[in-house]
């Protein structure tokens, strides 16, 4: 009975995880990357025109400025990195829903007495592995983000 209690709790930390709404949030970043690159290169393609068609300095006053406005929206991207969060949050979720799938499968046809202690260890030390991994690829993330920002300022 012990092993079905831990299994239990293991199952409530797995649902305490799948309802922080971090799947939202991942379809939040990953719109809001898509959404800093379709206007990066609509930017792009507009300092393209500009400096094609005009032939002025206002034309290339404007392709100057659109220029800044590019290069400031690719640093924020690539500080934010919303497109690595959004990633790293569905893999998450994903291997939650996994993991809490391999357990509902396990229980499946076994009472709670089959269950042993050191099953619903396996399944925990399972939980630990996939969150440690979600919060060292974040700290990776977030490492890798402003180091690459930092080094665009310094060149």
């Given amino acids: 009975m012990e092993g079905a209690l831990k299994l239990e709790y293991v199952e409530r930390e797995i649902q305490h995880g799948l309802k922080q709404k971090m ?32 032939e002025s300095d206002s034309g290339k006053t404007v392709a100057l400025i659109l220029s800044g406005l590019i290069t400031a929206l690719s640093s924020i991207d690539a ?20 993991l809490l799938m391999q357990i509902e499968f396990f229980r499946s046809g076994r009472d709670d007495d089959d269950i042993t202690v050191e099953e619903a260890d396996d399944f925990f030390k399972q939980l630990i592995q996939i969150r440690s991994d979600f919060f060292r690829n974040r700290a990776e993330t977030i490492r890798t983000s402003f180091l690459s920002t930092s080094e665009g300022q310094s060149k």
């Fill in 79 to 98: 500080l934010f990195n919303y497109q690595a969060k959004s990633i790293n949050l569905i893999n998450y979720h994903a291997k939650l829903n996994e």
């Fill in 23 to 54: 799947s939202i949030r991942a379809f939040k970043d990953r719109n809001i990357a898509r959404a800093f690159k379709i206007v990066t290169i609509i930017l792009g393609s507009a300092v393209t025109v500009v400096l094609g068609v005009s």
